[in-house]
């Protein structure tokens, strides 16, 4: 497949649909070599991962639970058991996050954890290009100060998301319908 149809062709797998096998770690380290590629000013490389595996995703789930817990201590049991639940739908999280240089002269936080999201999204379109599958996920975990202390993540550090990765459990995926870019152009 060359470059525009990789590009054209990925699109996000729900991590209920991922499973073995995944990328070996020898293979994660050749696939960030793509997100090495990303945009980076002042050449700061802000970027930085964590792979998940195993009982780690269940480590990650305990902490994803007390999360909720402290965030909303009106939560019920259900959305704290479903909150634990997450990181183990598919076989592989990998945390991405920046490492911020605060008071940078040249690079204020936003520019690095832009950098920090080109390298993911870099990251996935490598996945793509060799058959995997994968999902970026954000939500509250990823701005609550106790799961990134948890990750050993400075106070400062921004974690972007949680990119589960896998191979589709069965088949291909329905091609989900793009917009037209040219609803998205404007000149000026």
Excluded at 52 to 73: Q, T, V
Excluded at 89 to 109: F, G, Q, S, Y
Excluded at 172 to 182: E, F, L, M, S
Aim: with cysteine; net charge positive; glycine share 6%.
């Amino acid at each position: 497949m060359d470059a525009m149809e990789c590009l054209l062709g990925r699109q996000s797998t729900p991590a209920a649909n991922l499973a073995e096998p995944t990328p070996s770690d020898d293979e994660i380290l050749e696939l960030l070599q793509a997100a090495m590629r990303a945009p980076d000013h002042a050449a700061l490389r802000p970027w930085r991962f964590l792979a998940i595996r195993g009982e780690r995703r269940r480590a990650l789930g305990d902490i994803f639970a007390d999360s909720l817990a402290r965030r909303n201590p009106g939560a019920t049991a259900e959305d704290v058991e479903k909150a634990r639940g997450k990181p183990v739908r598919a076989p592989l999280v990998l945390a991405v996050w920046a490492k911020i240089t605060e008071n940078h002269p040249k690079v204020p936080t936003i520019e690095q954890v832009i950098a920090t999201g080109a390298a993911a999204q870099n990251f996935l379109n490598a996945l793509h290009a060799r058959g995997y599958q994968a999902i970026w996920v954000t939500g509250a975990p990823c701005y609550d100060e106790y799961v990134k202390g948890s990750l050993g993540l400075a106070p400062k550090d921004a974690l972007v998301g949680f990119i589960h990765i896998g191979t589709m459990k069965k088949g291909t995926a329905p091609k989900k319908k793009r917009p037209d870019p040219a609803e998205f152009l404007q000149t000026w």
